[in-house]
């Protein structure tokens, strides 16, 4: 055990340890600290330590600029300077049994790790596919670099596999971006992320941009292929209501911190952090009125 620090841990409750104990890890941070090297320094992640769990749903709510991609690009190992990573651990769980540092992997075993092991879908992404190259070609980038055994046919087929995992219809793979709406885009880069079955993906405000009826379309599917694939994901958003919905348990972010870390079902019902409530009441909900009523006993 770790000697006892003087910072306090975020609020979190009996409900969420009972919860918490009978997952397994798939992702640990501990005492993240991240720091923007410029002048002044920005520390814009500061002793983060969060567990993400098999199959879960983990959302990370917070204003913008409080250090959501941030502390994302930190489990993922893509900080580029000026940010460094100060102090802290990461280690991923990998489903073989072994432990892998994240924080010390190099050449091969980073790329063997991102993409592979842990995706990412990043803040708007749905404007970086390349426009002079369609989707097919940018989905079988992944495959070529990632599964060099694929045959031309299998790449082709897994890509137009991709594509209807994700409800865009494969005649689009021939497609180039402009083309597209921008829910399809996001679609092609959801399909992207899950290319290679990782076992978390991390998404970076994945529908932050699009209008509300698209957006419900991709969050139920994302839904669905998480309950058929058994991936976790990290789904980061400023919009709290939304996190509600679709999370297993939400970390809420203020200022580099996490101030509260809790089931959904506790975030809802009994927010502890001033913080939280501030956000939960900042929204109008998505969806109108829903609750936790049913199956609350399961
Ligand atoms: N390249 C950079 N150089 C300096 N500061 C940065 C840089 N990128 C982000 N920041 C700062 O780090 C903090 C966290 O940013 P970010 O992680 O993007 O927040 P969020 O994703 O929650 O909106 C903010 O104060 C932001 O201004
Ligand atoms: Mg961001």
Not at 93 to 112: F, I, Q
Request: glycine share 8%.
């Amino acid at each position: 055990m770790s000697a006892p620090t003087t910072t306090t841990g975020p609020l979190s409750s009996a409900a969420h340890a009972r919860h918490v104990a009978g997952l397994t890890p798939v992702l640990t941070a501990r005492d993240v600290s991240i720091e923007y090297e410029v002048s002044p320094p920005v520390r814009a992640v500061q002793d983060v330590s969060l567990t993400l769990h098999r199959g879960e749903i983990l959302g990370l709510a917070g204003e913008s600029g409080c250090g959501k991609s941030t502390l994302a690009y930190g489990l993922n190992r893509l900080l580029k300077p000026p940010a460094i990573l100060r102090s802290g651990e990461v280690t991923f769980h990998d489903a073989d049994g072994t432990d892998l540092d994240v924080v010390s992997l190099d050449g091969d075993a980073l790329r063997a790790f991102r993409w592979d092991k842990v995706s990412m879908v990043f803040q708007g992404a749905m404007n970086s596919l390349n426009p002079v190259i369609s989707v097919y070609a940018q989905l079988e980038d992944v495959l070529l670099t990632h599964r060099p055994n694929l045959t031309k046919p299998e790449r082709r087929e897994r890509c137009a596999e991709l594509l209807r995992l994700v409800g865009v219809d494969p005649s689009r793979l021939d497609a180039y971006a402009h083309e597209l709406s921008g829910g399809m885009r996001q679609r092609v880069m959801i399909a992207m992320a899950m290319a290679l079955e990782p076992q978390v993906m991390i998404m970076d405000e994945p529908t932050t941009a699009l209008d509300v009826v698209v957006q419900r379309g991709i969050l139920r599917e994302l839904m669905l292929l998480r309950e058929k694939f058994g991936f976790a994901v990290v789904f980061i958003t400023h919009d709290l209501p939304l996190l509600l919905e679709i999370s297993d348990r939400i970390a809420v972010m203020r200022a580099g911190r996490i101030v509260e870390l809790d089931t959904a079902e506790q975030i809802y019902a009994a927010a502890q952090h001033e913080y939280t409530q501030k956000l939960l009441g900042s929204f109008p909900s998505l969806l109108g009125d829903f609750s936790y009523d049913d199956g609350a006993t399961a």
